[in-house]
């Protein structure tokens, strides 16, 4: 999804569409059942608790709305920090052909980078990040209380439905109100169903939000924290142990997200540090973690033409879409003598980015080949590339004659049984 789509054109998605749907099906379903079951015409204690379901309704669906129309905050292309020696401590990204300031990340869904980038929402067709993080918090807030007391009325009102026998035939007919036609339990049972879901998952998804807001982190710096810590425990002669910059107690990081403008302060740029941090403390331990990355990535070269479908059945076999990573992280397809340069391992699973060819690079529009150039593809429908060395006696003794790369699951299987010999080395 463009990041230029704005305005009222970003609801024309499934997930804003659907979003909407439960929300106000929720809603009516209520409103009608509580009719028959807590009359707001009856007693000012039945207006006050239909006023209240609907304040709830109605500021769920503003800060919906807001959470959508706002969005996170995008970086500006090509931007570069004030004092270009700051450079050095940031990322480049080569699609908005600028730096990541910190706390920015790229959004594929958006293509963009985002400021304060938590994740990327389907439901509101936008990334949740710096500007309406707030807005987004607000919204599953409300959203979670409404849906619990539609709940109760929904649950209460399909009782009474279902018990009017009763009640009527044993003189307690002022208990008899709720009267059901066929359409009328099918919303009820559909409305109860959603409400209970909606109060579910989205209580959980809120604790996580909070979670993250009080210690001053989003979904991505978790997952670097936990990183720089992994890596301080395996090597002893990393740097000095690693102090999370962005929290500064939690009343403070509440202020950063819930203040008197309600979805920002500041830039989204720079950022309230702890003592004994800089602006940049996050982002050299980023740079760390992808020279690691770098280090442990392997060349791999395609063996046989994958489709980059998600559940390549017919061309890979069950076991491969059984063990299908869950993520929505892209399919890349290959053609046969592709090379991918890959960081991640699965059992029937790799990731990786594929090597653009001499003509790709050039520019040339021709060769251009469409879809992600990375992104997870089965992993028996490609070989590690090896260098294969052969030992004879030379003028000083040794001499090393590389053999040629491994071109089938033949050459590969035989290449290992030199690894195991002692005969081979992997390109590292």
């Known amino acids: 999804m463009s990041a230029e789509i704005s305005g009222f054109r970003r609801f024309l998605h499934w997930g804003p569409i659907a979003a909407l749907s439960i929300i106000k099906c929720i809603t009516l379903t209520t409103l009608y059942m509580n009719s028959m079951w807590w009359p707001p015409n009856e007693s000012f204690a039945g207006f006050a608790h239909q006023a209240l379901f609907l304040l709830l309704s109605t500021l769920a669906t503003f800060n919906y709305v807001m959470a959508t129309l706002t969005g996170p905050g995008l970086m500006p292309k ?13 990322q480049y990204c080569k699609k908005c052909e600028g730096y990541k300031a910190p706390r920015s990340h790229h959004c594929r869904k958006c293509d963009r980078c985002v400021k304060k980038m938590d994740h990327h929402c389907p439901w509101i067709n936008h990334c949740v990040g710096w500007a309406n993080h707030a807005y987004f918090t607000y919204f599953l807030l409300f959203s979670i209380l409404g849906s619990l007391q539609g709940t ?53 998804l809120l604790f996580i939000q909070l979670k993250t807001i009080v210690n001053n982190q989003t979904g991505i710096e978790i997952w670097i924290v936990e990183k720089a810590l992994y ?31 309600c979805q920002k302060r500041g830039d989204g740029i720079e950022w309230p540090v702890a003592e004994g941090c800089d602006q940049y403390t996050l982002t050299r331990e980023q740079l760390a973690q992808k020279e690691e990355k770098r280090a442990r990535t392997r060349t791999f070269r395609c063996i046989g033409p994958v489709t980059g479908r998600w559940l390549p059945i017919f061309s890979q076999g069950w076991r491969v879409c059984v063990a299908a990573p869950c993520s929505d992280e892209p399919r890349i ?12 391992f699965r059992t029937h699973w790799l990731f990786g980015e594929r090597v653009l060819s001499e003509q790709e ?15 997870w593809f089965p992993r028996r429908s490609a070989v590690e590339v090896i260098e294969a060395v052969q030992e004879g006696s030379g003028g000083d003794g040794n001499s090393e004659t590389p053999a040629p790369l491994a071109q089938n699951g033949n050459a590969h299987s035989h290449l290992k049984q030199q690894q195991r010999n002692g005969h081979a080395k992997k390109y590292m």
């Not at 142990?241 to 929290?247: I, N, Q, R, T, W």
Request: proline fraction near 3%; include cysteine.
């Open 333 to 344: 397809s290959l053609r046969t003598n592709d090379m991918i340069k890959v960081t991640r």
């Open 361 to 375: 690079l050039a520019g040339d529009k021709k060769r251009q080949r469409k879809g992600p150039i990375r992104g």
């Open 78 to 90: 090509r931007w570069h920090p004030k004092d270009p020696k700051d450079a050095q401590f940031l």
């Open 152 to 204: 109760v009325v929904l649950c209460c009102s399909f009782w009474r439905g279902i018990y009017r026998y009763y009640y009527l035939t044993h003189g307690l007919a002022h208990l008899a109100s709720v009267q059901f036609t066929l359409l009328s339990i099918i919303m009820c049972i559909l409305g109860m169903g959603l409400a209970i879901g909606v109060v579910i998952g989205l209580s959980m």
């Open 231 to 261: 890596r301080r425990y395996r090597n002893a002669d990393c740097d000095n142990e690693f102090l999370y910059p962005y929290d500064l107690g939690w009343r403070a990081n509440l202020r950063l997200v819930f203040n008197d403008e």
